[in-house]
């Protein structure tokens, strides 16, 4: 089979030849500290071009995805006519990385000891219900975001065997705590639900501004649409489900049924955490296919999962617990656990690989090789 033909057996419940593999994406990537090390263990001249400032992701080369075998390729929207451009300052005596998203959110790094970006500027930190309903949002439809898009997505679907997969987008819940701040917006949960509601219905504008424009260049195009908010943590939801289905779930429901109206492609959702009390939910919104897996948080077992869900929901990711296993096992630990999630999530297909969530910054590359071999290796159905 061609990588894209693989893909899409796996995503329509069909068994491939083999399962397929994935890596580049926001939620499926490489830390560019984590990629500078694999590139010297490959013996690949590469640079390392930045695609994620806040995640701090590369991007990853040809001669990367060719020899794990990935069988995806990304292609995604750019920013929109506002500047986004990371800006150096000095502070106390440190410089630091500044990044203001057309949010207004401001994220930051320390220039000598930074991996990631973080919040440090929430821009309705303080503001009241009339502030946010006169907030200028961003216009999700700006032309500048969506320039060459077609043209770049089409190269890949008709001189490429890959799999079309967009980045990142459709946000809608967590872009409101970005802008409030995350302890502020609990507390609104329990004391000022219309404020929730007010940013929330600002972002979903947002997205269906977005979306309309994005489905009109690539909704003919892309093959897997990328959408998602972190709605769990380690142990379970990060706030009361009947908040979601009450609030967050319409909003959701409403933007995931409109993608739905506008191309065949299927929709993948990310969040991190114990998710399985919030999977009927996102059944019901409509979305097709569920990341990262996050094998070490609660009630995220591989065969269970498979076992409830498998008929009706796509697992993309649940490789190789990221939290101990990827960052410090040895690279036949790291094998074997990769072989045993394979075995488990793809009986019938259903299952595309990648690990959990992006490969972090002091995996050795050793045990990069050792998960996309265990990968391959084990993935053949027979």
Known sequence: MTPR??????????????????LGGNQTGIHRRAYASLLEHLGIEDGVTIMDAV?????????????LRVDTRYVAAGPGSSSQEVVRRERRGETWYDLTDEFGVTWSMPADRGLFMDISRHPLAEATLEDIRAYPFPRGDDPVRFAGL????????????????????????????????????????????????????????????????????????????????????????LFNPSFYRKVVQPRHRRLVQYIRSRTKAKIWYHTCGSCVDFIPALLENGIDILNPIQLSARGMDPRTLKERFGDRLVFWGGGCDSQRVLPFARPEVVAEEVRRNVEAFKPRGGYVFNGVHNIQADVPPENVVAMYDAAYEAGFYG
């Open 5 to 22: 033909e693989r893909v899409l057996r796996a995503i329509h419940h069909q068994v491939p030849d083999r399962v397929p593999i994935d």
């Open 55 to 67: 995640q701090q992701l590369a991007r990853p080369c040809e001669a990367v995805l060719e020899r």
């Open 150 to 237: 077609r043209e770049r997505a089409l190269r890949l679907r008709r001189e490429t065997p890959f799999a079309v997969v967009s980045g990142i987008s459709g946000v809608v819940y967590e872009i409101c705590w970005y802008m409030r701040g995350l302890e502020q917006w609990f507390v609104d949960m329990l004391e000022q639900p219309e404020i929730c509601e007010a940013l929330l219905d600002g972002t979903l504008r947002f997205w269906m501004d977005w979306f309309r424009a994005f489905l009109d260049e690539v909704g003919d195009v892309v093959d897997v649409i990328m959408i998602g908010d972190d709605l769990a943590g380690q142990d379970g939801p």
